[in-house]
């Protein structure tokens, strides 16, 4: 049980720690079908509490999607 514990960890601080709110644009690649996200834009650790408070003042509860 202690690595499914261990794994369940890491998946929150990375969430938590890595809460990603840029817009990554998506672009077609040479010898790729489709279009792939560019990741080339720098990332920079959120304030979770602020994320989730962003979240949860934004969402559609009662929508029908």
């Excluded at 934004?58 to 999607?65: G, L, Q, R």
């Amino acid at each position: 049980m202690y690595i499914l514990d261990h794994c369940i960890e890491i998946l929150r601080m990375n969430l938590m720690c890595f809460s990603d709110v840029n817009v990554f644009t998506f672009h077609p690649r040479e010898g790729k079908e489709g279009y792939w996200p560019d990741y080339e834009s720098e990332h920079v650790c959120r304030d979770f509490e602020k994320v989730k408070r962003w979240a949860n003042d934004n969402a559609v509860p009662d929508a029908d999607v």
